[in-house]
């Protein structure tokens, strides 16, 4: 898999906060989550806070059913609690039937509209601000140069290894401690890439 050199990887999260007009959001919402955590319906807030902001188009005919969420985040917190503090260098086989799980359940609960339409993309937003350090972030063009074009739980966790190996080839790019996690600014980088091809990197296929 294809590592960014130093000035690659800092091109891209500064294009983030340079041009990411939607960024403080995302610290709204892990604070709304941490603040309430244990109360699955000020979670479930602070998820849709972020979800209403970045994943807006998606939900446009229609949000998923807040008691859909609500219940979801009750009956998994043994395992988001599990999760919350853990870093993603720390991922590993063990993890994954349980982490493919959460990516199932909360699928399902986050489905939108009057189709009840699937996202991935909205999975992985919500898991991440349940566990920023562990869980990655995602969008269709970030999992398609991963080589995922479906966004499934089991590509969901194949890509949390590709995260832990790209995570570590970059953690010496950032400052530590920092006001996000690696995690988060790995997503910045992918982001910038690959979603809105604001900087330009010199790799071959990463799949």
């Given at each position: 898999m294809y590592i960014p050199?130093?000035?690659?990887?800092?091109?891209?999260?500064?294009?983030?906060?340079?041009?990411?007009?939607?960024?403080p959001v995302y610290f709204e919402a892990l604070r709304l989550i941490r603040d309430g955590w244990g109360d699955s319906g000020e979670m479930a807030e602070g998820i849709g806070r972020l979800l209403r902001s970045w994943h807006m188009g998606?939900?446009?005919?229609?949000?998923?059913?807040?008691?859909?969420?609500?219940?979801?985040?009750?009956?998994?917190?043994?395992?988001?609690?599990?999760?919350?503090?853990?870093?993603?260098?720390?991922?590993?086989?063990?993890?994954?039937?349980?982490?493919?799980?959460?990516?199932?359940?909360?699928?399902?609960?986050?489905r939108g509209g009057k189709s009840k339409k699937e996202s991935g993309t909205a999975t992985a937003k919500a898991l991440h601000l349940l566990a920023p350090g562990f869980m990655p972030l995602w969008d269709d063009r970030i999992s398609f140069e991963y080589g995922y074009v479906f966004r499934s739980?089991?590509?969901?966790?194949?890509f949390c290894g590709q995260m832990k190996e790209l995570c570590a080839g970059v953690a010496t790019y950032v400052a530590q401690p920092d006001d996000r996690t690696v995690l988060k600014r790995v997503d910045e980088f992918n982001y910038s890439a690959f979603t809105k091809e604001w900087v330009t990197i010199n790799r071959g296929p990463l799949a």
């Open positions: 050199s130093h000035d690659e990887f800092i091109d891209g999260i500064n294009a983030y906060e340079q041009r990411e007009r939607r960024g998606f939900y446009h005919f229609g949000m998923y059913d807040s008691g859909d969420l609500h219940g979801c985040i009750s009956n998994h917190m043994s395992k988001v609690n599990a999760f919350r503090d853990r870093s993603i260098d720390s991922f590993g086989p063990e993890d994954e039937d349980a982490v493919a799980l959460l990516f199932s359940e909360f699928t399902r609960a986050l739980a089991d590509g969901y966790t194949g």
